[in-house]
């Protein structure tokens, strides 16, 4: 039988890409080597609940879903008191998992949920300046709030900061940022910050060159307050500040 150079770098190939699928269904189904002691002592208990877990084993970006894991378990452990809020929800991602991990805590979501305004956009350099009012527009409240479902919810629907009213007597104990842009980071700075109770946390995401509206944003807060930010080596390089001494 003759065997040519082209079938055997066909067979070659074809045996690469097999040996690479295994791997990968191995490692996606099998392989809990980035899950840190703590998670792993905390399902062995039975603490980490089935949907949570499912959230974990299916969310792309582990150290970003164990930071924020390691953040409400610090929140629940020290008593900081307040609500969780999120600026950019989009089809509710983060918030979903975010809200798995105390579902105690009331949530306060906030999003056009039709995607970016022009008025934003306009101001933006970077990645952001390539988006346009359809990016994260195919979302919708309804969508959002058949999957966000319970009392805990508060669906702030609309342009923040315009939104941002409906929530300033509240204080919180987490905030996640996540809007891509210049003006609502900026805003949600000004408006989270003074809200966050003692001990509380306020995690932005995209602090990376990329997003250089965030990079602005973050920066010229940074010099308003007195706290340093700290850095998360997650993919996208979110900051976090925390908030000491007393809340407004
Ligand atoms: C990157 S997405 C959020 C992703 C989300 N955290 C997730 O888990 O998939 C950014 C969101 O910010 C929202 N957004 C941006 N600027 C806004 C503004 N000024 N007011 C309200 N929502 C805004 C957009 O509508 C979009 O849904």
Redesign the pocket.
């Known amino acids: 039988m003759n065997i040519s150079v082209f079938q055997v770098v066909q067979f070659l190939l074809i045996a690469v890409i097999l040996l690479y699928l295994l791997y990968y269904v191995y490692t996606l189904l099998f392989d809990k080597n980035h899950q840190p002691r703590a998670w792993k002592a905390a399902l062995k208990s039975g603490n980490i609940p089935a949907e949570l877990q499912k959230a974990e084993a299916k969310y792309p970006d582990k150290v970003r879903f164990f930071n924020f894991w390691f953040q409400v378990e610090r929140l629940k452990k020290d008593g900081v008191r307040g609500a969780f809020a999120?600026?950019?929800?989009?089809?509710?991602?983060?918030?979903?998992f975010i809200h798995l991990m105390d579902e105690k805590r009331s949530f306060h979501l906030?999003?056009?949920?039709?995607?970016?305004?022009e008025n934003?956009l306009a101001v933006e350099s970077g990645k952001a300046a390539t988006y346009t009012k359809h990016?994260?527009?195919d979302?919708s409240v309804e969508r959002v709030k058949q999957r966000l479902t319970g009392p805990q919810f508060v669906f702030h629907e609309?342009?923040?900061?315009?939104?941002a009213k409906e929530a300033e007597n509240e204080q919180f104990a987490m905030v996640?940022m996540?809007?891509?842009?210049y003006?609502?980071t900026k805003?949600g700075l000004d408006f989270f910050y003074p809200r966050l109770a003692p001990g509380g946390v306020l995690i932005v995401?995209?602090y990376n060159p990329d997003w250089p509206g965030i990079v602005k944003a973050v920066d010229e807060f940074a010099q308003t307050i007195p706290e340093p930010i700290v850095p998360l080596v997650d993919q996208d390089n979110s900051v976090m500040i925390f908030k000491v001494g007393s809340s407004a």
Not at 110 to 117: L, N, V
Not at 158 to 163: L, S
Not at 178 to 181: E, G, I, K, T, Y
């Open positions: 999120e600026l950019g929800v989009y089809k509710g991602d983060s918030a979903h906030f999003d056009t949920f039709e995607g970016f305004q934003d990016n994260f527009a979302t609309g342009y923040f900061p315009e939104t996640s996540d809007a891509d842009l003006k609502p805003a995401h995209d």
